[in-house]
């Protein structure tokens, strides 16, 4: 380019951002504060660039591939830390997308074909035609309560034990949990319950003491609070969807090592 061009594209640049970039004296050019501030941004900007650039060209000779699994709460990710060891073993191309988001939301994706393996309940989630379910564990409710309570060194309790707490309501919970929590609720008073809209903010008010409630049991259990089971109680059945028909093959690969993670 000849000097007259750049000049004119720096000119061009200092209009467009309203500015003067540089400062010019019939001897020298040098750079206002306002073009010192410009020109690191913009080598991080170029850098960024060139990295992405490097990445797709990186990926496309290597033929690294996405999976994306979806879960409606922060608590399966217990379960999917171990599932990803072993796909990161046995399949290091795979790069894992996660996306955890609450359930009505998740449910879109999955129908949309943004989500190639979704975990949760069997109860939770429509079996629509061409969606299989394979399941991974069978999960029993608990109450989960604080380890200092009287209650924590008990391997069960009955709901009648558990009317004289205080209960913490949680909407983001499988629907026969949430079942449980509003049969117990109902013998409980008003200003003893609590109402929280994800599991994360249950779990701090339980490690806080302010209550209970009635979640699948999670493992490995969190700090501070212990699962308890409660008597007559069914096991939930845990595991993954995927559409049989629309599977990439490193989904298909993926879905076969976790069934062997689940046997085993």
Excluded: W
């Excluded at 093959?249 to 085993?264: G, M, V």
């Amino acid at each position: 380019m000849t000097q007259s061009a750049v000049s004119r594209q720096i000119r061009a640049l200092e209009d467009e951002l309203g500015t003067q970039l540089l400062i010019r004296t019939t001897r020298t050019v040098t750079l206002a504060p306002a073009g010192i501030s410009f020109l690191e941004d913009a080598k991080k900007a170029i850098g960024t660039l060139r990295a992405a650039a490097a990445k797709i060209h990186q990926n496309t000779e290597d033929n690294v591939q996405l999976l994306t699994m979806g879960c409606g709460n922060e608590v399966d990710l217990n379960f999917l830390c171990l599932v990803l060891k072993e796909l990161r073993n046995r399949l290091p191309k795979i790069h894992p997308f996660l996306k955890v988001i609450p359930h009505r939301s998740i449910l879109s994706l999955f129908s949309q074909g943004d989500i190639d393996i979704l975990f949760g309940f069997r109860d939770d989630i429509p079996l629509r035609d061409g969606v299989a379910y394979t399941e991974l564990s069978r999960i029993p409710l608990c109450c989960a309560i604080s380890d200092t309570h009287s209650y924590a060194n008990r391997e069960t309790l009955s709901e009648s034990e558990l009317y004289a707490e205080n209960i913490i309501l949680c909407n983001a919970v499988p629907s026969k949990a949430k079942a449980m929590q509003e049969q117990i609720a109902s013998h409980i008073p008003l200003e003893k319950t609590y109402i929280c809209e994800n599991l994360q903010a249950a779990l701090a008010l339980i490690r806080a003491s302010y209550g209970f409630t009635i979640v699948p049991k999670i493992d490995p259990p969190d700090d501070g609070i212990k699962f308890i089971a409660v008597n007559g109680s069914a096991k939930l059945s845990y595991g993954m969807f995927y559409k049989k028909d629309s599977l990439p093959s490193t989904a298909r690969e993926s879905i076969a090592i976790i069934k062997e993670i689940a046997i085993n």
